[in-house]
């Protein structure tokens, strides 16, 4: 991670790079780094690193700073390097992928072999003061609404109040088919977790022949001025168990599966010879 490190004999590769179970149990670790111009006009953004998927243990220099680490080969995850990074400049970023042969119980049950690599997309992020970290929505048939929470960061160290618009949109063709405001919506510092609701008119529901989808545009607004927005996409359907049957857009429905007992699986989760005749 040190700027003075000889890197004329490494290779030079593409990310996303999936690295192959051989390769990833060869090696224990992989090593990453790029130098990177940040626009002077971009100072006052917060600089956010957004990993896709990386893994198993991620270690993170900005400038030969240590930025942080993230433990898991899986999930998507963030990092803040704003204070490390140099507007105007060239900034060496220095990435560390440890592999989980490293940790005996970390292999994933999903995908059975080591990760050693940044296998998913990695952006650098360029967002306000104050922004929408990440939404989740839920369908809710009974209502015809979505239920939407958000999560909105303020790194503006005071109490905000701002204003939310919310259009919900025809993801095909972009025609607005429902709309919400909000207003004076308060803000403490840090990380907020709110949540609302938008009443649809008539939602058309996604099926297996007709997979229909909207985006939910989420805007934030200051004193009228646009601060922050966020378009997701997603479609109106509903799941759930009821005793022992599964339910699609309130049909019922029968799963089927396979248990993969082949695999070196762990003893607690290995399926017995009566589990694997059903």
């Known amino acids: 991670y040190k700027i003075s490190c000889n890197d004329k004999e490494w290779g030079e590769i593409d990310l996303p790079m999936y690295v192959s179970r051989g390769v990833a149990e060869k090696y224990r670790n992989a090593w990453y780094r790029n130098i990177v111009n940040v626009p002077e006009n971009l100072k006052g953004k917060r600089v956010i690193l957004r990993f896709e998927g990386a893994g198993y243990e991620t270690h993170v220099w900005v400038n030969e700073e240590y930025a942080g680490f993230h433990r898991g080969g899986l999930t998507v ?20 992928c440890i592999n989980d042969n490293v940790y005996p119980n970390a292999n994933s049950l999903v995908f059975m072999h080591p990760k050693l690599a940044i296998w998913a997309p990695l952006k650098l992020v360029f967002v306000p ?21 958000y999560w909105i960061d ?43 609701s938008i009443k649809m008119k008539k939602p058309i529901y996604w099926e297996l022949w007709e997979p229909y989808l909207y985006n939910l545009k989420i805007e934030l607004r200051e004193e009228n001025k646009g601060i922050d927005s966020l378009t997701e996409r997603f479609g109106y359907r509903t799941f759930e168990a009821k005793g022992k049957n599964f339910y699609f857009n309130g049909r019922r429905i029968k799963l089927y599966g396979q248990t993969s007992y082949w695999l070196p699986l762990p ?4 399926p017995d010879k009566e589990e694997r005749k059903r």
């Open 77 to 96: 995850f963030e990092m803040e390097v704003s204070r490390y990074i140099k507007f105007g400049e060239g900034n060496l970023i220095t990435i560390k």
């Open 154 to 196: 303020n790194e503006t160290g005071i109490k905000k109040k701002i204003n939310i618009n919310s259009d919900i949109e025809s993801y095909k063709d972009k025609t607005i088919t429902d709309s919400a405001s909000f207003k004076n919506i308060a803000l403490d510092p840090g990380l907020n977790k709110l949540n609302y």
């Open 267 to 270: 003893q607690e989760v290995k």
């Open 129 to 149: 003061q104050i922004y929408i970290k990440r939404t989740l929505i839920s369908t809710n048939s009974k209502t015809s609404s979505i239920d939407v929470e």
